[in-house]
């Protein structure tokens, strides 16, 4: 009889059995927010009290969930906090616009992230996979963090902009990093509702790295245009394309254009990344798991060439990333604010308080997972992820404004994940301490140092 081991338990912050104190918290927000909860917000239904910035309401009952992001979704709009952080970097993208701005960018997104074009990808991400990992081919270690930002920068390039976008992938993932440690932070200022006109440390030190992106963004529209101009013919019809279609009176601005480029290229890619380094990183810490999810690897690409039917066909790869979402959901927060006072059963929600749905608390939650700590990627395995109430589980948010890119980034992590393991196997070393820390998505701190090592497939 096999006996089953003890699950993997990543890092995490401990849960704080006492409150900060006001200089505390600021400073836990600003270094880790990830540190900030104590238990009990992990074992409670809500949380509702007053903050520093104001009145504070977390939210962890599937149904009170489902009540902000759907059903009464009209009465709360983006938190003014979140959109402090966010709006120096992205304007009106889709992250971060609001009301016929923001309906106006996810129309005219919408025909690129339809499942027949999404499946159109999956070829484009195969190839950039493929030519990815043959930088593995000798062996050695790796930090599978900064990886995982060029593999998913490389197949953004390529299918969202037909690998036409101005810049050096290298540099490039240097720069994020450089956005999200400076930008990407909650200024103390901004947490206090501090004016507008006081400046912010965090975004006078990402001037420099904001300007290198929206440079990028300046070259790549010119590139495009100049290839309108040049040989209509010829222009692909992608993503970029859609957008500067869809500019005009009656569509978007030039602005919005700009800003839907920097959303897509600053972020698109880096949720995915994130997701794919600690799936790797956990697989790496339960070879049991890694065992199951290679074989059946090995097995699919053996008897289907299709990428496009991998993701149905790999139930136990796709239940480990997943899992790794769940664990380490790289938004970890998603922040509302209503416009308007209201009930919610016995929870009185006032104008203006800070609603917190937080993926990483309610991923978490005591009363809704068993073993909510542990690597336990058969809780997603057929027959087992039925069970899961929607809106306990939310690595792609819920609502309106789900993720428009949810299915591919799907698609992209399966077809990812195939390649790697199937000819490479990954393992921590000595050197493999992540810590995982929220800046914007939740980042390995110290990154993920893997020994690769070229697999014997038999």
């Not at 990428?307 to 066909?313: E, F, I, M, N, R």
């Not at 299915?407 to 195939?418: K, P, R, T």
Request: proline fraction near 9%.
């Amino acid at each position: 009889m096999d006996i089953q081991p003890a699950p993997f338990v990543p890092p995490a912050p401990k849960p704080r059995t006492t409150p900060p104190s006001t200089l505390e918290m600021i400073r836990i927000v600003y270094r880790n927010p990830l540190e900030l909860w104590g238990e009990h917000t992990y074992n409670e239904p809500w949380i509702s009290a007053n903050g520093v910035g104001g009145h504070l309401i977390v939210a962890n009952d599937p149904g009170l969930i489902r009540h902000v992001l759907v059903d009464n979704a009209r009465n709360y709009k983006m938190a003014t906090v979140r959109q402090k952080i966010l709006r120096p970097i992205l304007r009106d993208g889709l992250l971060t616009a609001e009301g016929e701005v923001w309906k106006r960018s996810r129309k005219a997104m919408a025909p690129v992230f339809t499942p027949r074009h999404i499946f159109g990808f999956a070829q484009p991400m195969l190839r950039r996979t493929q030519e990815f990992v043959t930088r593995y081919e000798d062996g050695g270690t790796s930090d599978i963090a900064h990886d995982m930002t060029l593999l998913t920068y490389d197949i953004l390039a390529e299918t969202l902009f037909s690998g036409e976008i101005a810049g050096e992938p290298g540099s490039f993932a240097n720069e994020i990093d450089r956005l999200f440690e400076t930008m990407g932070r909650v200024d103390p200022l901004d947490l206090l509702r501090a004016p507008d006109w006081l400046p912010r440390l965090t975004r006078i030190r990402g001037r420099k790295t904001m300007a290198y992106f929206r440079k990028i963004v300046t070259d790549t529209v010119k590139m495009r245009e100049g290839k309108f101009k040049r040989d209509p013919d010829a222009v692909p019809q992608d993503f970029l394309t859609l957008l500067l279609k869809a500019e005009g009176p009656e569509g978007l601005t030039r602005a919005e254009v700009e800003d839907n480029i920097i959303t897509f290229i600053g972020a698109g890619h880096e949720t995915t990344a994130r997701a794919l380094g600690w799936t790797l990183y956990c697989l790496a810490e339960s070879p049991w798991e890694r065992n199951r999810v290679e074989q059946e690897i090995d097995r699919v690409l053996a008897r289907e060439p299709d990428p496009t039917k991998w993701l149905d066909a790999m139930p136990f790869t796709r239940a480990a990333f997943d899992e790794a979402l769940r664990l380490y959901p790289p938004a970890p927060s998603i922040n509302r604010e209503p416009i308007e006072p209201e009930m919610w059963k016995d929870l009185y929600i006032p104008k203006h308080a800070a609603v917190l749905v937080m993926p990483w608390v309610v991923h978490r939650h005591r009363k809704l997972w068993d073993r909510p700590n542990a690597f336990l990627p058969e809780r997603f395995h057929p027959g087992n992820r039925e069970k899961i109430d929607r809106f306990q589980y939310l690595p792609f948010g819920a609502g309106p404004r789900v993720c428009i890119g949810a299915s591919f980034a799907m698609q992209e992590a399966i077809i990812a994940l195939a390649i790697m393991l199937s000819r490479f196997r990954f393992d921590t070393t000595a050197e493999t301490k992540p810590w995982p820390v929220q800046k914007l998505t939740t980042q390995p701190q110290g990154g993920l140092p893997m020994q690769v090592t070229p697999r014997q497939v038999r």
